[in-house]
Structures are given as structure tokens and as C-alpha cells.
Nanobody
Framework: QVQLVESGGGLVQPGGSLRLSCAAS????????MYWYRQAPGKQRELIGI???????NYAGSVKGRFALSRDNAKKMVYLQMNILKPEDTAVYYC?????????WGHGTQVTVSS
């Protein structure tokens, strides 16, 4: 059974930092590209970053230069380091992976940026 479990969300002040984690199980983690999405209230889910199975990250323009993706294949973990957080980063953040017909999602972790 495939599981993706996000953690690390919380309340942070503008300008602050958080690191989100996604723990994967039930897959051969090292062959999967990993994605992070977010969904703010009343908005569509937004792809914010991908880290390939080879460790190459790419980012949406809205987070480029502030967020950083990394992965640890031995631990089956992917990390989203979020810096210089803004109120508009407030959202539920989701970890995702897909390959062929497979498509797996975590339940998300809430990030709230507010003073």
C-alpha cells in the first residue's frame, strides 16, 4: 500500500521559514519524481515544485528563489524548505507522485503565514 505523509506545517510569521517533509512508503522511491502542490482557500491546487528521481528540482515562479526541494532516497523522504514566507503562501501543502497510471497523494499539511 502506497502512502505519502506530509508533516512540518504550522503557523509562521511573514518572513519566516518552515520545512515540510513527505515520507513515502510502498513504492520504489528512488525511481519516482516527487511533486509538491498547494491549495489556498477558494483557489485551485497549484503545482509549486518537482524534484526528479535524479534530484533535479524545478519551481513555479511564485516560489522560485524562496523555496528549495531536496530528497533522501535512502530514507524515502522529500523536503520542501520554505523561506521568506509571505501571507499568500498560506495553503494546504500536498506531496504527490505519479508514474504511468499510478497517482498518489498525501493528505496535506496546513501552512499559515500570519502576524
Amino acid at each position: 500500500q502506497v502512502q505519502l505523509v506530509e508533516s512540518g506545517g504550522g503557523l509562521v510569521q511573514p518572513g519566516g521559514s518552515l520545512r515540510l517533509s513527505c515520507a513515502a512508503s510502498g513504492i520504489i522511491f528512488s525511481i519516482y519524481d516527487m511533486y509538491w502542490y498547494r491549495q489556498a482557500p477558494g483557489k485551485q491546487r497549484e503545482l509549486i515544485g518537482i524534484i526528479t528521481n535524479g534530484g533535479t528540482p524545478n519551481y513555479a515562479g511564485s516560489v522560485k528563489g524562496r523555496f528549495a526541494l531536496s530528497r533522501d532516497n535512502a530514507k524515502k523522504m522529500v523536503y520542501l524548505q520554505m523561506n521568506i514566507l509571505k501571507p499568500e503562501d498560506t495553503a494546504v501543502y500536498y506531496c504527490n507522485t505519479r508514474r504511468g497510471k499510478e497517482d498518489y497523494w498525501g493528505h496535506g499539511t496546513q501552512v499559515t503565514v500570519s502576524s
